[in-house]
């Protein structure tokens, strides 16, 4: 029998391997299924991991606000900056205050490495199941049960399945009678239906929109890719759709009554790239022709551009959403510890509970927070 640990992590991703850091108990296991430690930190952010973000409200989440302000505000973004600080990494606060790592996410995964280095991690170990008899959690894997008193389950989401994401956490949870949000595809691209087919024309184009999806209203960069349309908006946007329609405002800074007497041309007129403007007027079968020169029928429909409403056909799915909508609910989650209300000792992190952040550094930040939070609060 392998001996027996005080707390067995499940997962050596960013919540993990950030507890890890945090702790200075010594009798810690960290079991990953991959061949290495942080893998979604590293291809996060361009490469450069979005770290956390200069404003972090609970508005920023979707999930209970309450049980996020009480995770947020026990380590923050500024708390969090301070701590990398301490260690040697100053992020740098680009656009939307979203802090990246200055050259590679390496950096951060490096600190958070070096601040875990006296705990035992086992890479290429996937957990398969875990059972609790009497006050011992056991710990299926691919290479034996390894024993713990403690469980912290760091598995994340679902997304990116090649890069070792599994459903693992969510099965633990489930076994354990936790209720489980339903899951589905965050921060991801929209696919088209057939009447939307000529976006696809315009693939790599980005132009700023403001959308609205549910009551909520998203402004910023709309990619039109290959597969349908993505980029920064879109990927907000998905977290708020479930299905149904959406609408978009393509020309968000455009009041169409200052055309109305405009000598110039339409194409030239909208603020929109040229290859855009001729294809949204070519679809609405509008002539390019002086702005002051149109009747009131191709006013309407030039008016369409302004409130776009239509439904995506779907997502481009978990392998290419940055996260995973839905998970564990917090309501069954002590917020002072993240231990479960159902089962002592068994405490869940991160991306795996029911609260999802926007894009911006908020995903990463949430991960810290819950970290610490059960670092402080694990007995
Ligand atoms: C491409 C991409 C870019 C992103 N960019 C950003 C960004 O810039 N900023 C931001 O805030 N967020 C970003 N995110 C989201 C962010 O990466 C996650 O929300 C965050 O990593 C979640 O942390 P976590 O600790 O819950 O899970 P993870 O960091 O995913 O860690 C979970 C770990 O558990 C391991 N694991 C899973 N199943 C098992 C199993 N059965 N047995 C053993 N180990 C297992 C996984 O391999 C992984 O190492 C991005 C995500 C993706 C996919």
Redesign the pocket.
């Known amino acids: 029998m392998n001996r027996k640990y005080k707390i067995i992590v499940?997962?050596?991703?960013?919540?993990?391997?950030?507890f890890s850091s945090l702790m200075d108990e010594k009798e810690i296991l960290l079991?990953?299924?991959?061949n290495q430690?942080?893998?979604?930190?590293l291809?996060?952010?361009?490469g450069?991991?979005?770290?956390?973000n200069g404003v972090v409200k609970a508005k920023n989440y979707i999930g209970n606000q309450r049980f996020v302000r009480n995770i947020i505000k026990r380590f923050d973004q500024y708390a969090l900056l301070e701590w990398l600080g301490h260690r040697g990494l100053k992020p740098i606060e680009r656009k939307n205050h979203q802090y990246?790592c200055q050259n590679s996410a390496k950096e951060l995964v490096d600190i958070l490495k070096k601040e875990s280095s006296s705990k035992l991690i086992k890479l290429n170990?996937?957990?398969?199941n875990v059972v609790k008899k009497s006050d011992t959690f056991e710990v299926e894997?691919n290479r034996g049960i390894f024993y713990a008193s403690h469980v912290v389950v760091?598995?994340?989401?679902l997304?990116?399945p090649k890069?070792?994401?599994?459903?693992?956490?969510y099965e633990i949870a489930k076994s354990f009678d936790h209720t489980i949000q339903t899951c589905s595809a965050g921060?991801v691209g929209f696919t088209l239906q057939p009447d939307e087919f000529f976006f696809k024309s315009l693939t790599g184009i980005a132009i700023d929109v403001k959308i609205t999806v549910n009551e909520k209203e998203i402004k910023g960069a709309l990619l039109f890719a290959h597969k349908g349309i993505s980029g920064p908006a879109i990927l907000d946007a998905s977290l708020y759709w479930g299905k149904g329609k959406i609408v978009i405002d393509f020309l968000p800074t455009l009041s169409l009554i200052s055309l109305k007497s405009s000598k110039k041309y339409l194409s030239r007129s909208l603020g929109l790239p040229s290859r855009v403007a001729k294809t949204f007027l070519e679809q609405l079968a509008i002539e390019d022709k002086a702005s002051n020169t149109l009747n009131s029928e191709e006013w309407q429909k030039l008016e369409k551009l302004k409130s776009y409403s239509f439904s995506p056909a779907g997502t481009f799915g978990y392998s290419k959403?940055?996260?995973t909508k839905g998970g564990v609910s917090t309501d069954e989650i002590d917020a002072s510890s993240m231990m479960s209300k159902k089962v002592n000792n068994l405490y869940f992190?991160?991306?795996?509970l029911d609260v999802t952040?926007e894009?911006?550094?908020?995903?990463?930040?949430?991960?810290f927070s819950t970290?610490f939070v059960c670092a402080k609060g694990i007995k």
Do not use: H, P, R
């Open positions: 499940i997962g050596a991703g960013a919540s993990g391997l950030m079991l990953d299924n991959n430690v942080g893998s979604k930190i291809v996060s952010g361009g450069k991991c979005n770290v956390t990246f170990t996937e957990v398969l894997t760091a598995s994340g989401g997304s990116f890069i070792g994401a599994t459903s693992i956490g921060l959403a940055e996260v992190l991160g991306e795996v952040g894009l911006g550094g908020y995903n990463f930040q949430w991960a970290a």
